[in-house]
């Protein structure tokens, strides 16, 4: 479409600006792109100089993947494979593959109980000796907790088991002792009850202790009415 503007001197024909679609604008688009790199190549070619020798190679090392010095890893055709035979261990290999023989507790305890001592790692402990004063020291010392109730003492685990192997020694006062740090020979007793019941003698601990539990327990029961009563009756 034309466009026809007459004026004093001249006549100026015009066209009009053609609308262009989307499926032109990207074909233009990738026209120019395509001359650009035709372009870029070009200058590249022209900068390359014609006197340049020979492309000298750049030398990589080799890399080593020590496999030999992993006993447990072997090369396999350029794969890097486990070694079986080497992941465990040669003792614990025997005893998967063949035949393991099992240990019967009972004709361990029998043996134990046939030895004479402990051995040498413990000192070689006699077997231990029962004896009526033997066990009561025992009892007494699994009630360690009781008889001194402010010092904290290691849970028992072995509670009412006698020891295979025990031994009862008698503690010497070293010469660098003084005579006011000893105990006399009357204050001494021959096993720990003994001793024990020397203390109580003394302080009297464990019959006040008695005595105020059973009042707690009694009170407000039949005994402690009793009590309540006969303190009210007049006396005559």
Do not use: C
Not at 37 to 48: H, I
Not at 110 to 138: C, H, I, V, Y
Not at 217 to 223: D, E, P
Request: hydrophobic fraction near 30%; aromatic fraction near 4%; proline fraction near 5%.
């Amino acid at each position: 479409m034309a466009l026809s503007v007459e004026l004093p001197h001249e006549t100026v024909v015009t066209s009009a600006p053609e609308i262009l679609s989307d499926e032109r604008i990207e074909e233009l688009l990738q026209e120019a792109e395509t001359r650009l790199r035709q372009k870029a190549g070009l200058e590249a070619l022209d900068t390359v100089p014609t006197t340049a020798g020979p492309v000298k190679r750049v030398h990589l090392p080799k890399l080593e993947h020590n496999l030999e010095k992993a006993s447990y890893l072997k090369n396999h055709n350029g794969v890097v494979k486990t070694n079986a035979d080497l992941m465990v261990p040669v003792a614990q290999r025997k005893m998967a593959d063949g035949l393991r023989s099992v240990v019967n507790e009972t004709e361990n305890r029998k043996k134990m109980n046939d030895q004479t001592d402990a051995g040498a790692d413990w000192f070689n402990l006699p077997k231990t000796e029962l004896t009526t004063s033997l066990k009561r020291d025992l009892q007494l010392i699994e009630m360690r907790s009781v008889l001194d109730p402010h010092r904290h003492y290691k849970k028992n685990t072995r509670k009412g088991k006698i020891p295979t192997f025990s031994q009862v020694g008698t503690v010497v006062e070293g010469p660098t002792e003084w005579y006011s740090g000893r105990i006399n020979n009357k204050d001494r007793s021959k096993t720990f009850v003994e001793e024990e019941m020397r203390t109580e003698q003394n302080t009297g601990r464990f019959k006040r202790k008695y005595n105020e539990i059973q009042a707690a327990k009694t009170s407000g029961k039949k005994a402690h009415y009793k009590k309540l009563m006969a303190k009210r009756k007049p006396k005559g």
